[in-house]
């Protein structure tokens, strides 16, 4: 059989990576096994050739691997744990590859987490799919010759970002397929829940790879014309009367430990102008709905709706629809709170100072006590007034308090869904609008274990990921007509 594939392999020692070699090494289609090792342990035990790098994820590393990729394929794993093929799988992989003409392939697999073994899908790869922490599993293969195409025509060198390049760019010389098929196990070691993963890219210690991402999806943007440049369209907040300047929208259901404590929050802030509280009870049936008829305050607008099939977005649809809504909808959750009293008053400022349809603030992480915990205080500095609209693409979410001018959100509407409905408002904004930004601490972000995020399986990520996927997607093939009517 023919030598098809060279494979890359990460190497810390020999103990690590010694099982991995021996079972690639039992394929008839392994033609090399190059070691990617960034320390000075030596490896001549194995039999394998080492390639030294600065790190997994650089453009320095794709280009040491493109240069060794002289056959058809190139694997490359991504973990320093011990792989395990399934049967027959890198014959499985090649075909696939071979079949669709693909520029990369990727499978579901199985994840051993403490000696368990666990079935790992994911999902299917779609022009959307920009975001750089999309999970591909560990074992990516490359055709070689794509490979080579993307080093030639990559300029700028990416110490974090190398990785995610060679996947968009790849993407756009070939698809990128994934085998709804078990084709191997990895070990993983990251066991945290779903809650606390989501906000790894907020982290402020991530700030520098954050910078690198960013301009390789930026690039990626204009490559296939979906670039926006940073001119908006102004905006004049005089148009229409409201009975109010602002006012909260909470969508609550089932929150009667919470939804006190967000009410107070509303109640005592301080403002130059009228406000209210539109708060929209899904049926709740634990007590929810007693804790806010307890509050004796006219500015509070209680609405049980008449539709029961709402999900977050369809309630927020409800209040913003409301004849006594203000002009200026600025969002709560039922579980959090606004961190001082001239929350409020800072959000609608920001729309008149900065001409927006759409003001995103600034929020701190704490538990249910509203201590701060970490990563603590989350700004979403990659969203700047230059390129925010653009890096919104490639981010999983906007930020917190999101505030909304009414007469905008009243025509476009709000997704009637419980996941990724503000994500998609924010980039349909951005497109049109410039989208302010609050950077002082004007939220409580409350995570506890009754937070809707907190601990997801596997399956409910995958259908937040794909839809939010499938927001991107339908926002990129706008901007592209967009851009072809200019």
Not at 35 to 41: A, F, H, K, R
Not at 314 to 329: D, L, M, P, Y
Not at 454 to 464: E, F, Y
Request: charged share 25%; proline share 3%.
């Amino acid at each position: 059989m023919k030598k098809k594939i060279n494979c890359f392999i990460p190497a810390a020692n020999v103990a690590q990576v010694e099982s991995t070699v021996q079972i690639l090494k039992g394929s008839e289609l392994v033609n090399e096994i190059y070691l990617l090792v960034t320390g000075d342990d030596k490896f001549e035990s194995l039999g394998c050739p080492t390639i030294k790098v600065d790190s997994l994820v650089s453009s320095n590393t794709v280009k040491a691997i493109a240069a060794h990729a002289d056959t058809e394929y190139s694997l490359i794993y991504t973990k320093y744990t011990t792989l395990e093929l399934g049967y027959f799988s890198l014959e499985r992989f090649l075909f696939i590859a071979d079949s669709s003409e693909a520029s990369m392939v990727y499978a579901d697999h199985y994840q051993v987490i403490d000696g368990v073994r666990k079935a790992n899908p994911l999902i299917t790869y779609q022009e959307g799919s920009l975001r750089d922490d999309f999970n591909f599993g560990s074992v990516l293969i490359y055709r070689s010759g794509i490979l080579k195409k993307v080093i030639e025509s990559t300029k700028e060198e990416y110490p974090f970002a190398g990785m995610y390049n060679l996947r968009l760019a790849s993407s756009c010389l070939g698809p990128v397929e994934h085998i709804n098929e078990y084709l191997y196990a990895e070990v993983e070691t990251d066991t945290r829940k779903s809650g606390q993963k989501i906000f790894d890219y907020v982290d402020p210690k991530n700030r520098e790879v954050q910078i690198d991402m960013e301009k390789v999806c930026t690039a990626h943007l204009k490559r296939i014309g979906a670039y926006l440049e940073p001119i908006f369209t102004p905006i004049k907040f005089d148009s229409v009367d409201f009975p109010v300047e602002a006012s909260v929208i909470i969508p609550v259901y089932n929150r009667v430990r919470t939804i006190s404590d967000a009410i107070k929050s509303v109640l005592i802030q301080k403002t130059n102008f009228k406000f209210n509280l539109i708060i929209i009870d899904n049926y709740s049936t634990d007590g929810t709905t007693e804790a806010i008829k307890a509050f004796n305050d006219p500015r509070l607008i209680h609405i049980i709706p008449e539709r029961k099939d709402l999900g977050i977005g369809g309630c927020w649809n409800t209040g913003v629809h409301h004849s006594q809504c203000g002009k200026f909808a600025v969002q709560l959750d039922s579980d959090d709170v606004y961190s001082s009293e001239n929350t409020l008053q800072t959000m609608v400022n920001a729309f008149y100072e900065q001409n927006c349809s759409m003001v995103v603030g600034t929020y701190m992480m704490t538990n249910f006590n509203m201590e701060m915990i970490a990563p603590g205080i989350i700004d979403h500095k990659e969203w700047t007034p230059e390129n925010g609209r653009n890096n919104a693409l490639r981010i999983n979410g906007l930020g917190a308090p999101r505030a909304f001018y009414t007469p905008m959100l009243r025509e476009i509407k709000v997704p009637n869904t419980s996941y990724g409905e503000d994500y998609a408002l924010g980039l349909y904004f951005s497109r049109h609008f410039q989208i302010g930004r609050v950077y002082d601490v004007v939220y409580n972000c409350r995570r506890w274990e009754d937070n809707s995020d907190a601990s997801l399986d596997v399956v409910k990520m995958n259908a937040h990921n794909l839809y939010k996927d499938r927001i991107r997607t339908w926002e990129v093939q706008a901007r592209k007509q967009l851009n072809r009517k200019k």
